[in-house]
């Protein structure tokens, strides 16, 4: 393996990391926001670790949703995450059993892009393990650090937490929608038929059942079709 190329990797990997790993800080607030203490925004960190389903489940909380539709809303979203496992699987091939659960925790959207991205399987494996360990490190230091000065904060302070939720995921989300990005006119397409789902059952239904009704709804739209044959 080249250095050049293994050095490459790894500073990519490492500033992927870093950089998403910051976002750990708007989740902390936005889950003592919501009415979790730090240790149950921490812990969420340390056994989720999945950004979109984290900042699904404490949105639904804070919207007054439900447990089961927050829990629903993070499920529905985390299930790419198995699709992703199936993809890496055949490149990882983890041996033992505290390696192979170590890499199906660390399967999320940045890990999977930076493994697939690399030019070989070798920087591929190298790709996956430090960005999920660069990501994991910072999301959960930066979790607790958000939860612990969140909670020090004021009433109108605390109010202000209200943007946080909706101005991160967007933020983890943007990326996968830019026109540059794999298949991003059909990823734009699905987002908006989602957010118009849900603005419309808004009105009708608790908190937080409303996203697990559209992601139900984007999944059947978008279900592949069988073609019929001409006899």
Do not use: C, K
């Given at each position: ?136 490190l910072g999301w ?72 697990v009704l559209a ?17």
């Amino acid at each position: 393996m080249p250095r050049s190329a293994r050095s490459a990797t790894l500073r990519d990997a490492v500033g992927l990391g870093v950089a998403v790993g910051l976002y750990g800080v708007a989740f902390g607030a936005a889950a003592v926001g919501a009415g979790l203490d730090p240790w149950q925004a921490l812990a969420m960190s340390l056994l989720m670790f999945t950004g979109a389903s984290q900042f699904a489940l404490v949105g639904v909380l804070g919207a007054g949703g439900g447990a089961l539709a927050a829990i629903g809303s993070a499920l529905l979203l985390g299930t790419r995450n198995t699709v992703y496992g199936v993809r890496l699987a055949p490149m990882l091939t983890p041996q033992g059993r505290l390696r192979r659960a170590g890499a199906a925790h660390w399967v999320i959207d940045e890990t999977t892009a930076m493994a697939v991205a690399a030019p070989d399987r070798e920087l591929g494996r190298l790709a996956f393990w430090v960005t999920g360990a660069t990501i994991y490190l910072g999301w959960n230091a930066t979790t607790l650090v958000g939860a612990l000065g969140a909670g020090a904060l004021g009433a109108t302070a605390q109010a202000a937490l209200d943007s946080v939720v909706p101005a991160a995921f967007l933020a983890l989300l943007w990326p996968r929608l830019r026109q540059g990005a794999p298949e991003a006119a059909v990823q734009r397409r699905v987002a908006l038929g989602g957010a118009v789902v849900a603005l419309a059952l808004t009105p009708f239904v608790p908190a937080g059942v409303q996203v697990v009704l559209a992601v139900v709804a984007v999944v059947l739209a978008g279900r592949p079709r069988t073609r019929e044959v001409a006899p």
